[in-house]
């Protein structure tokens, strides 16, 4: 017997199997990690194959040392989702594989955690304890008690008491695993009576196949989401949800605790590592039956799938935005078809990309147009800031949006603030000769944190000290740039000096549970106002918010990015979403400095149908996706000239290419990038677009990426991201 190695090196070179002999006495399944002599060295590598012939002659061939585990860790399903992502996505088998195995796994480093558990022993002489009140105590606890930890006892009674315990054998002990789930406060769970909307939905998702459930904000696509688990697990088979990490709110993951309870595996980048190495397990292990998580859940070791769901399926963060790039929803696609189980799309704004598939009939459309609630949707505002400063207020606040927030505040309800840039100030410049504040590794404007006093790099983490004096010219007139967070708070703070206002961003998350810990704080106050980026864009469910300003809907808007429109709705959209979710009606406060622009028209109206009307007629004149592909090859290097010099060598073969595809090759250039250096490396790209269809000349392109052996090149299919 023979088995194809993978051997798990990330290298270029080593992207192959490797044929070993199976020994006789080694028991090698395929999915197995085994350690194999290579070039002189003990390499781990995946057995992702098993045959009878090899075609390298047997004087060549070497023998598998040993297995690394006695069973599988890559399944079946996992190997052919392997190969199926090598070619979709031109990637390498080891980082593909190192993407199903958490490093916790993969590197042995976590281990299962055992506690010693006590119970009373069978031949206990109470008498015989008469003198030892301590000891006495400790019977007397466990009878009650049953079973505890050794640990707790011995801190409840003290060490030598339960040693005496132990020596006369009245104590049995034993080691139990014990299982590190991670934190979720419990809540009830809440029994609803579907609508007739849910019902319908539940009724049309049955067969196999792609689904995009269009519903409105607050329309209870998560209500429907459980129901479709449930059903699988009555099926006696499995479910897999993904959702967006930033709307894995502890809200979210209350409320599937409480419905599905231990079959739950919960996956996020927030898990300790044991808490990760543990709920891994148990869903390998078949205990748990739900999977939801955030992007790199899609690759967990569930069989017998019966649903997978995408939450929010328009989220750029399902694309990873670094190598090895893959795209979630692509993958879930694939497992579904595997499972042969119905996948669902969810979303209030669907990807133009995924609407047009419906439109075009390659997937199929579910809709819940209506408020579960039955309430009608908050009002949207637009309100002119251009307007604003003819009439003399040049802060970043509209009257009517501080007038809205005194009432909410006099009504003692809450209000949402969204504006979506951390920190305090965008740039810091000079108002006499120009001078832009800009990271020395980076080629981006800093940004001003006031709570630490620094200027911040939002690329590379970088800090500086704040400009007083211009270094260029020495003047000391310098403008602060567009507002962040931190300011809206500041301001928030002077004109209602008495309420409370919480900030949620990247700075004051990023230690665990503090995520928690402000919105616990922001539930239990009123009035209170909470300031955040697009974190509280989602999932949140606080009935007493009944405002939502939005401070600067702009922002999103004027980038380089043939998608910024389209997020911009998306954002407009989920941010209003929050508002009026429960008997007390909403509104959103909407500032603009284009109120013109046909975004906030149909954004207003919640006119999904018409803005994707209107933005794919755009797109399809253009010719841009979903009616092209764009292709974006990015190099980067922090030599200038390596990158220059390897980036002419790709695009003189790309030149080939477009000859020989002329027809199908609508655009091709090489520049430098939007944001020309980060970290210090230099950043050029090759950008193409092509008809769609055709995957032979996105392979070819992609070959031609191959021969940069010094730069870091990243190849990108409908990038999320231009800059
Ligand atoms: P979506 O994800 O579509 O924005 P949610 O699933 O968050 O909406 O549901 C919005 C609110 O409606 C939640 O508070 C939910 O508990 C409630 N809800 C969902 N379905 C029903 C129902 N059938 N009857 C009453 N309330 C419901
Ligand atoms: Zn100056
Ligand atoms: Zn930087």
Not at 69 to 98: A, G
Not at 513 to 530: C, D, M, N, V, Y
Not at 612 to 641: C, G, M, V, W
Not at 703 to 716: G, H, I, M, N, Y
Request: contains cysteine; charged residues 30%.
């Amino acid at each position: 017997m023979f088995a194809s190695v993978v051997i798990d090196q990330d290298a270029k070179a080593l992207d192959k199997v490797f044929d070993y002999v199976v020994p006789a006495n080694l028991d090698v399944k395929t999915g197995m990690r085994v350690f194999v002599p290579f070039g002189g060295r003990t390499l781990q590598g995946f057995v992702v194959d098993l045959k009878n012939t090899s075609s390298v002659p047997a004087n060549k061939l070497k023998s598998i040392y040993s297995c690394v585990e006695n069973f599988s860790v890559i399944k079946p399903e996992m190997t052919k989702l392997m190969k199926f992502m090598c070619d979709e996505f031109h990637l390498r088998q080891t980082s593909v594989l190192r993407l199903f195995l958490p490093s916790e796994i993969r590197e042995g480093k976590v281990r299962e955690l055992f506690e010693k558990y006590v119970s009373l022993g069978n031949n206990i002489d109470k008498n015989a304890l008469k003198r030892a009140k301590k000891q006495l105590e400790i019977v007397e606890f466990l009878e009650k008690e049953q079973k505890v930890k050794l640990s707790v006892l011995k801190e409840k009674f003290g060490d030598s008491a339960v040693k005496a315990l132990i020596e006369k054998k009245f104590l049995n002990i034993e080691k139990e695993q014990v299982h590190r789930s991670p934190y979720v406060c419990s809540r009830p769970d809440k029994k609803v009576v579907l609508s007739r909307q849910q019902n319908l939905a539940l009724e049309s998702i049955k067969e196999n196949g792609t689904y995009l459930l269009h519903g409105v904000t607050g329309s209870g696509k998560t209500e429907v989401y459980m129901h479709l688990i449930s059903r699988a697990l009555e099926n006696q088979k499995t479910a897999l949800m993904l959702v967006p990490e930033i709307s894995l709110t502890p809200q979210v993951m209350s409320t599937f605790r409480a419905r599905f309870g231990d079959k739950i595996a919960l996956l996020h980048s927030n898990l300790s590592a044991g808490e990760r190495f543990d709920e891994w397990r148990r869903i390998f292990a078949g205990q748990a039956k739900v999977v939801v998580g955030a992007r790199s859940a899609i690759f967990a070791p569930v069989e017998n799938v019966g649903i997978i769901i995408v939450d929010e399926e328009h989220e750029q963060s399902y694309v990873s935005e670094s190598n090895p790039r893959y795209d979630a929803l692509t993958v879930a696609a694939q497992r579904a078809k595997y499972n042969s189980c119905p996948l669902v799309l969810g979303s209030a704004t669907p990807s133009v990309d995924d609407y047009q598939k419906a439109v075009d009939g390659e997937i199929k459309l579910v809709e819940m147009p209506d408020r579960a609630n039955g309430k009608p949707l908050p009002r949207i505002q637009i309100i002119d800031m251009m307007n604003e400063i003819r009439t003399g207020n040049s802060t970043v606040f509209s009257t009517q949006l501080i007038s809205d927030l005194a009432k909410v505040i006099n009504e003692k309800k809450q209000a949402m603030i969204f504006i979506n840039r951390r920190g305090y100030s965008s740039f810091m410049m000079c108002r006499e000769c120009g001078y832009l504040a800009i990271c020395k590794d980076c080629d981006v404007s800093l940004v001003y944190h006031r709570e630490d006093n620094r200027l911040k790099c939002h690329y590379c983490g970088k800090q500086y000290k704040v400009l007083d004096k211009c270094p260029k010219c020495g003047s000391d007139k310098i403008k602060q740039g567009a507002v962040g967070t931190e300011k809206i708070v500041s301001e928030l703070h002077s004109i209602f000096p008495d309420v409370k206002i919480l900030r949620m961003d990247n700075d004051t998350v990023s230690k665990k549970g503090s995520h928690q810990k402000i919105l616990e704080e922001f539930a239990s106050t009123r009035p209170s106002i909470l300031v955040g980026t697009q974190m509280i864009a989602k999932g949140h469910d606080f009935e007493d918010v009944v405002l939502v300003g939005i401070v600067d809907a702009d922002q999103s808007l004027y980038r380089s990015d043939y998608r910024s429109t389209e997020r911009c709705f998306q954002l407009i959209t989920q941010v209003s979403g929050r508002a009026g979710r429960s008997q007390f009606e909403g509104k959103v406060d909407l500032q603009t400095y284009s109120p013109k622009h046909y975004v906030y028209k149909f954004a207003a109206n919640y006119d999904y149908k018409g803005f994707f009307k209107k933005e794919a007629n755009i797109r399809k004149t253009a010719q841009f996706p979903p009616f092209s592909k764009i292709i974006r090859i990015l190099f980067s290097h922090y030599d200038e000239n390596v990158v220059k010099d390897e980036l002419k060598t790709c695009y003189n073969r790309l030149l080939k290419v477009r000859e020989k595809y002329f027809d199908d090759i609508i655009y091709m250039d090489a520049m430098k990038s939007p944001i020309k250096k980060i970290k210090n490396s230099f950043r050029y790209q090759v950008i193409i677009r092509l008809k769609k269809g055709k995957k032979q000349i996105e392979d070819e392109i992609f070959d031609c990426t191959l021969q940069a052996p010094k730069s870091s090149v990243f190849f990108e299919v409908n990038p999320e991201n231009m800059s």
